[in-house]
C-alpha cells in the first residue's frame, strides 16, 4: 500500500476489523495504465517494451497491453497477491473503456483470472458509457452506472449536464433509475452515484448554477440521496457526502471537512442518509429486481414509481425535482395506511390514491405498508 496510508500490517489489521463487523473491502485498481516512474515502464525503451502499448490514454501514461502475456501473468499475480496476502473481497477496475476486452483478453482475462483465485470475489468496472455487454460476457458483476449519474447531476443542479442530459427529463431519469432500461439484467449490475472523485460534490455541482443558493444545494443532495437508496441498483457514496462535503474536485489534498458533521447541515445530512441506509436494509423491495413507473408529472418535475419483492414487501416513491412545492395525486397499489419515511407520517390510502399530496419543493417522500423505523 501507498506509505503515507500506512504499513503492509496497518492494512491487514484493517481488513481484519472490517471482516469482524462484517464489512466486505473492495479495492481500487489502475491497469489501464501507470506512471512515468513505474519500474516496468523503466525496464526497457517504451517501444521495446512488452508490456506496454502504443495506444494512448486521456493523461499521457504508459498504456498497458493486455493482449501481452507479459501484462497477463503481471495483473493476475497482483490480483492474487491483494487476495492471499490482504484477504480482499473485491475489485473496483479503473477505466476498463481503455482496457479493452474480446473474450480472451483485456476486462476479459482480467475478470476471469481473479475468479479463479476467489470464486465470490465481486468485480466491478469503471466502463464510461456504461456497456452491458461487458457484464453479460465477461466475469466482471457490475459496472457504474453513467446513466443515472449523468441524469441526476442535471436534475440536482436544475440545468443541463454533459451536453445530453435535462433537468426535468423524466424518461432519462426512469433510465436512471431502473437497469433493465439500459440493457441489465439484474439490479446489482449496476453501481448507482451521484458522486464519486471523479466528479464535483452534488452541492458544489448545485451551487454553478447561479440561480440556486446553499441551503438550495443542501436541499438537492438530501434530494439525491432519496433517489440514489431507493433506485434499482447497488448505491455507491464517495466518502463525505453524508455529511455535506462541498469542495471541488482537486488532485491536491483534500481531506475531509469532520467539523462539518456537526454543523446543522451536516447533522440533518447525516441523519437522512442514516435513515435511507436502515431503510434499504429493513425494505428487500429496496434490494429487488422490481420497479415501475406509477405515474409522471412533466410539467412539474414530479416522479411516482414503486418497488417491491416477491413476499408482500412494497415502497412507493414520489421524487420532486423541481424547486416548488407541487400538489400530486399519488396512485397506490392498496388502500389502507401507509407509513412515510422521510417526514414520519401515517397516510390513510383510499380509491388507492393520495390526492392533491403535497411534495416538498426538490425532496421525495416514500410510503412503505411496513414501519422499520
Known sequence: PETAYGTPDDFKALVDACHRQSIAVILDVVFNHCCGD??????????????????????????????????KRCTKDVLEHWMREYHIDGFRFDYTIGIGYDGYNGVSYI????????????LIAEHLPQDPHVVHSTNMDSLWHDTFHDQMKANLREGVYEHSNYWGDLDKTVKGLFFAA????????????????????????????????????????????????????????????????DTRKTIDPNKLKWNKLTSSTGESLFWIYQRLSKL?????????????????????????YKRWDLNGDIVVVALNFSNDTQYVDIPFPYNGKWFECIYDFTADVNGNSLSNHDIPPSSGKIFCLKKTW
Open 182 to 245: 439500459d440493457g441489465f439484467s439484474d439490479n446489482a449490475q449496476v453501481v448507482n452515484y451521484t458522486e464519486s472523485h471523479d466528479e464535483e460534490r452534488v452541492i458544489f455541482e448545485a451551487l454553478t448554477n447561479s440561480s440556486l443558493n446553499f441551503d438550495i444545494a443542501v436541499q438537492k443532495s438530501r434530494l439525491g440521496a432519496i433517489a440514489l437508496f431507493t433506485a434499482a441498483g447497488v448505491p455507491m457514496l464517495y466518502h463525505g457526502q453524508e455529511f455535506g462535503m
Open 280 to 304: 434499504r436494509k429493513d425494505h428487500p423491495a429496496l434490494r429487488f429486481n422490481n420497479l415501475e413507473v406509477m405515474k409522471k408529472y412533466s410539467d412539474k418535475k414530479v416522479l411516482v
Open 111 to 122: 475478470s476471469w483470472a481473479a475468479r479463479q483465485f476467489k470464486n465470490d470475489v465481486y
Open 38 to 71: 513505474c519500474p516496468l515502464a523503466q525496464m526497457y525503451p517504451y517501444n521495446e517494451n512488452p508490456y506496454f502499448s502504443t495506444d494512448h490514454n486521456p493523461w499521457g501514461f504508459p498504456d498497458f497491453n493486455h493482449w501481452s502475456d507479459c501484462t
